[in-house]
């Protein structure tokens, strides 16, 4: 598939993703007064600086860039609780840490890049931090593909990017390991019904030889 293409039914591609990703709500401060908005996903009230409101990520980031408010990072994202989802992460090979949410990759990766100014002045360390986070679990996704059940594949507490990331190539290996498990599947029943025929055989041969000649 195209990874610039995306159908109805198909998986999404990491740029899709990101663009979902500002859909999402999140805090700021307005640096000034605004009117109300009308939107097409609900009205935004009127900003009141320094009153925080919650508005659509991406309108966010539009003010951000035209240096009309400040963003407030979700809870999550700071140095000391990466950190510590990290040490979660490193100690529990088997499982994915829960308290991180559902769009945590995009999310830090949007935030980074717009207003590492906002993030407690610890951007650089927390890159660090985000960029070790990403590498434990994709070691974590890596090993769980090579344990790989042809019916499916269980890794809760993966984030959306993660599994796009991922999707397309447990895909095949799955694909895969049906292919392997229908031919055995039909060498088995292909080798049933030799034995079968076989048994036949020996059976019919064994009744044809008794006559009334060998009494």
């Known amino acids: 598939m195209n990874n610039n293409t995306h159908s109805a039914s198909g998986p999404l591609t990491p740029a899709e993703v990101a663009f979902l990703c500002e859909a999402q709500s999140i805090t700021i401060i307005p640096r000034q007064r605004l009117d109300g908005l009308d939107l097409i996903g609900g009205y935004i009230p009127p900003f009141h600086p320094p009153q925080r409101t919650s508005i659509p990520l991406w309108l966010a980031l539009l003010l951000k860039r035209q240096r009309r408010c400040n963003i407030v990072p979700p809870p999550w994202l700071s140095a000391p609780n990466i950190e510590r989802i990290l040490k979660i992460e490193t100690e529990n090979q088997n499982l994915f840490c829960p308290d991180l949410p559902y769009r945590w990759l995009e999310t830090a990766e949007l935030l980074l890049e717009a207003c590492p100014d906002d993030l407690g002045g610890d951007d650089g360390e927390l890159r660090v931090l985000l960029r070790g986070l990403r ?17 499916y594949l269980q890794m809760n507490n993966l984030g959306l990017l993660e599994i796009t990331e991922v999707r397309g190539f447990a895909k ?20 049933e019904e030799e034995e079968e025929e076989e048994g036949g055989r020996y059976r019919g041969g064994t009744s044809v030889g008794m006559d009334d000649d060998d009494f």
């Not at 590498?135 to 090579?146: S, T």
């Open 135 to 151: 590498e434990v679990r994709q070691g974590k996704v890596r090993e769980g593909l090579g344990k790989l059940e042809a019916t």
């Open 172 to 191: 095949g290996v799955v694909d895969g390991l049906r292919k392997i498990g229908a031919s055995r599947e039909e060498a088995r029943r292909n080798r």
